[in-house]
């Protein structure tokens, strides 16, 4: 397809476990950003990547969260241990990494439950 | 840290009427502010991006302004449909997008 597209668009999992959220951004895009929003809430920054490489992973709440994009196309956002704080809808999005046009391009998110 | 405050958090309007959402930020110094609507359960579908250099765009039925001296930002949306009922959030930042918390939109028919 055209647009960005994420991989399941539903988790549901116990405490503990671990996870894996897919990306699959638009082709061409060299920037993938991931989101997490909340209920209610506008999405938060978690991490950006131009290319294989993440430029800025700030926004990662915490150590047991760790996102890669080893061939600088699909990302894959993993999370050990999970909480039930960790519940959200996931977004990715994906943009064409030049100055002056950033624009970001959503993908439909997963939701994430952790029981 | 930039804060992006949208008021009011939601609005309903009979079909016909135009339709105008503010979008307020605090550190004017901002790259491109952007703004996304989104369907109930659905991701964001991008609506328009105005560079900092721009003051306003078009597109359709719709045109954005950016004031970067006041920190805001006013999305237009002329004659109202009921198709047009959705949440409409505004993010604005380089790569690291800040986003308000939305206003959900009500289009009665």
């Known amino acids: 397809g055209a647009g960005v597209s994420q991989t399941p668009s539903n988790k549901v999992t116990e405490k503990g476990k671990y996870v894996e959220l897919r990306c699959d951004p638009i082709s061409g895009h060299t920037a993938l950003y991931w989101y997490r929003q909340s209920l209610g809430q506008g999405p938060e920054f978690l991490i950006y990547?131009?290319?294989?490489?993440?430029?800025?992973d700030s926004g990662l709440p915490n150590d047991r969260f760790f996102a890669v994009r080893p061939e600088g196309s699909v990302s894959t956002l993993k999370i050990q241990r999970t909480e039930r704080g960790d519940s959200a809808v996931y977004l990715c999005?994906?943009?064409?990494?030049?100055?002056?046009?950033?624009?970001?391009?959503f993908g439909p998110g997963t939701r994430l439950t952790v029981l | 840290k930039q804060e992006v405050t949208q008021i009011p958090a939601a609005l309903s309007v009979p079909e016909g009427e135009n339709l105008v959402l503010n979008c307020s930020f605090t550190?004017?110094?901002?790259?491109?502010l952007q703004w996304f609507r989104q369907d109930p359960g659905k991701g964001l579908t991008s609506l328009l991006l105005?560079?900092?250099?721009?003051r306003e765009q078009t597109s359709g039925r719709l045109n954005a302004s950016l004031d970067k001296s006041s920190g805001r930002s006013t999305l237009y949306i002329a004659a109202s449909q009921p198709g047009d009922s959705a949440t409409y959030l505004c993010?604005?930042?380089?790569?690291?997008?800040?986003f308000g918390a939305g206003t959900t939109v009500t289009v009665r028919a």
């Open positions: 550190d004017s110094a901002i790259y491109n």
């Open positions: 993010a604005v930042g380089d790569y690291k997008l800040s």
């Open positions: 990547f131009q290319g294989t490489g993440a430029a800025d």
């Open positions: 999005a994906s943009s064409l990494g030049t100055s002056g046009d950033n624009e970001q391009f």
């Open positions: 105005i560079q900092s250099s721009q």
